[in-house]
């Protein structure tokens, strides 16, 4: 039984368009990130909630927009994709105060 | 605010060698601090995390890292590679602001020879 799951693994789009990748997770977590990974394997945190309550928004253009429809689920949606974009994104969860995260396994989005 | 700096993007050690990854942290709180590790093309694995109990912490697979206040350290070790241990290295900082974000170092990428 995976974790923490997302879809899709990978993702490769034009510039300009709209996507978005989804994230499950099935541990009874309250708190669910986003996680951008660039090339040169730097990870930064992009969002946070809790209990469906937005509690982290880091300088993210507001082209991203994530949205979570209950505590078991946190979409990423990005509009009119550029080329920096491209990372691997992971999403993550937690529960209350342990900070042990438990990470998907990413989507690697490619802008052409 | 706070940081963490790993001082090597690049280990490289021979199989049945000690490992050394080492990691320095700035924080204005008591720190809690992690290290986690993340195998190609995979998400990011716990590996130990330290919170203010005993500073001599043990992970999974063999690894343990002290924390030492003193130099601002927290730097993980193994006493053999195995080949296994391939992998990315990330040293990561809690941010206790009631934020509960994690800063995470630029990483360090574990080769292990034969």
């Known amino acids: 039984d995976t974790a923490v799951s997302q879809t899709p693994k990978y993702l490769v789009t034009q510039m300009g368009n709209d996507k978005s990748i989804k994230c499950e997770q099935n541990?009874?977590?309250?708190?669910m990130y986003w996680y951008k990974q660039d090339s040169k394997k730097f990870l930064k945190i992009m969002f946070s909630y809790n209990n469906k309550e937005l509690i982290i928004n880091e300088t993210v253009p507001n082209r991203f927009s994530p949205k979570s429809p209950d505590k078991a689920h946190l979409n990423l949606h990005i509009n009119s994709l550029e080329l920096g974009d491209s990372a691997v994104y992971f999403c993550a969860s937690t529960r209350g105060t342990n900070e042990k995260l438990f990470f998907g396994s990413g989507t690697q989005l490619s802008v052409l | 605010a706070q940081s963490v700096t790993q001082l090597d993007s690049h280990v490289s050690v021979s199989e049945g060698t000690p490992v050394l990854l080492r990691c320095n942290y700035s924080?204005?709180?008591?720190?809690?601090l992690f290290w986690y590790v993340q195998h190609p093309n995979k998400g990011l694995q716990l590996l130990l995390k330290y919170t203010s109990a005993a500073t001599l912490v043990k992970g999974i697979n063999g690894f343990e890292a002290e924390f030492k206040k003193s130099e601002t350290s927290f730097h993980l070790t193994k006493p053999s590679a195995h080949m296994s241990d391939a992998a990315e290295y990330f040293c990561?900082?809690?941010?206790?602001?009631?934020?509960?974000?994690?800063?995470f170092g630029s990483g360090t990428r574990l080769q292990v020879q034969p």
């Open positions: 924080s204005s709180y008591s720190p809690s």
């Open positions: 990561v900082v809690s941010d206790l602001a009631g934020r509960r974000a994690l800063t």
């Open positions: 541990l009874g977590h309250d708190t």
